[in-house]
């Protein structure tokens, strides 16, 4: 054979045999993978872990990220050791007296009418153990909440219950004095902004001699426009011709600033309410939103305010903030069920980004200690 053809049939056969051998291996690693996949996944029904089992009731999606669940679960450590951690030592304890746990329930900010609610459903099974006894508040938590019209959060998108339903959409954010207000206005408006809005923030807090420059700061850092026109001091006023500038140019949304006042001052509540019927002059179904900001940290305080709120303006949601350190959180469900309006907004600290969509089931598992995120 010439030397030539006998090279070519040489390679031509270990090419095949490499061929063959090659094939082997790619099948061998193929059923080793499979073999391997089989062992680490899961065993198909795995055995409920007993709470969780008894407890879930109605099971919702997972709609916000790890790391949000856990700001709100560390922001609301005070409040699930001055709620759930009392309740649970005096479950512990050999004979817990059901006064005792009346009283504990009582100290919680839940206030009164919550209190005789959960203890109708506590009290038959108060030495059924700490674990039922938690179900049947985690139960009871999710009703209140659900009769108050919370809904759960929309992933990305912190804001969307709020009515966007005209152009432009009109906020009205009311509450008392420092509750943060201005703050949360901020904290929206750069929230509608990263989403593209076009935001127009009525300086409508003529009374404080800063408020319109704290606005400024804000609008600033949230890159949205402020409507602050020199020399008028009438709040309805400025409101007034914050909606129709923003009726005329197209505007998405206008946040209406307003001075802190306290629920008690009628004048002033008479004030705010005038602002509202202003407001249905330049829109007719203007506010869509009247939203009263609430400070955590007031307790049952910021139960008489929203009701009272509430009862001249007709509010359609609450804004919960300093929940970051309270230990006054409880008052979330008393509110929710004497008022039944859904809190629709957390503020967890005093940034920018320090606002969060209202989870009522992130919320009740981080106050039960409930499944880490
Ligand atoms: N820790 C914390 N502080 C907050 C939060 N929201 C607001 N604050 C602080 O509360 C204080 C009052 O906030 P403002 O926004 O000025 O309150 P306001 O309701 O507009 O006050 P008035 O205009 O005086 O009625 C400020 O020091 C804010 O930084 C929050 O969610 N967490
Ligand atoms: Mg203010």
Redesign the pocket.
């Known amino acids: 054979m010439p030397p030539l053809e006998y090279l070519v049939q040489q390679v031509g056969a270990f090419g095949t045999s490499a061929l063959v051998i090659a094939a082997v291996l790619v099948f061998i690693a193929l059923v080793a993978f499979v073999i391997f996949r089989r062992k680490k996944k899961p065993a198909a029904t795995p055995t409920p872990e007993p709470e969780k089992a008894r407890e879930d009731l109605t099971p919702t999606p997972v709609q916000t990220s790890p790391a949000e669940v856990l700001t709100l679960r560390i922001a609301l450590r005070g409040t699930q050791e001055s709620l759930w951690g009392r309740v649970r030592s005096l479950l512990q304890t050999e004979s817990p007296s059901i006064d005792e746990l009346e009283e504990v329930l009582y100290t919680s900010d839940l206030g009164p009418q919550t209190v005789e609610r959960l203890m109708e459903q506590i009290r038959p099974h108060s030495r059924d153990g700490i674990d039922h006894v938690r179900g049947l508040l985690r139960q009871e938590f999710h009703r209140i909440f659900d009769e108050a019209h919370v809904n759960e959060p929309v992933e990305g998108d912190p804001l969307a219950h709020l009515q966007v339903s005209s152009r432009p959409s009109v906020w009205m954010i009311v509450?008392?004095?420092?509750?943060?207000?201005?703050?949360?206005i901020g904290k929206i408006s750069a929230l509608l902004a990263q989403k593209g809005k076009k935001v127009l923030v009525a300086a409508g807090?003529t009374f404080?001699a800063a408020?319109q420059s704290?606005l400024k700061v804000w609008t600033e850092r949230a890159q949205v426009e402020i409507f602050d026109p020199l020399g008028i001091s009438d709040p309805s006023a400025v409101a007034y011709d914050a909606v129709a500038k923003a009726k005329a140019k197209d505007y998405d949304v206008v946040l209406i600033?307003t001075?802190?006042r306290l629920h008690t001052q009628s004048h002033l509540m008479d004030e705010l309410k005038k602002v509202k019927r202003v407001l249905a002059k330049v829109i007719p179904e203007s506010p869509h939103e009247v939203l009263i900001?609430l400070?955590a940290n007031s307790g049952q305080n910021a139960l008489h305010q929203a009701r009272e709120f509430d009862q001249a303006l007709g509010l359609t949601g609450l804004i919960l903030?300093?929940?970051?350190?309270t230990a006054k959180g409880g008052v979330a469900i008393g509110i929710s069920q004497e008022l039944k309006r859904p809190i629709r907004l957390?503020?967890?600290?005093?940034k920018i980004v320090?606002?969060r969509a209202f989870s009522s089931r992130d919320f009740i598992d981080s106050i039960l200690d409930l499944s880490s995120p």
Do not use: I, P, S
């Not at 509450?175 to 949360?184: E, F, P, Q």
């Not at 903030?321 to 350190?325: E, L, Y």
């Open positions: 509450g008392v004095n420092g509750a943060g207000k201005t703050t949360t807090d404080r408020a704290q600033d001075a802190g900001v400070d903030t300093k929940m970051d350190g957390v503020g967890v600290g005093e320090d606002l």
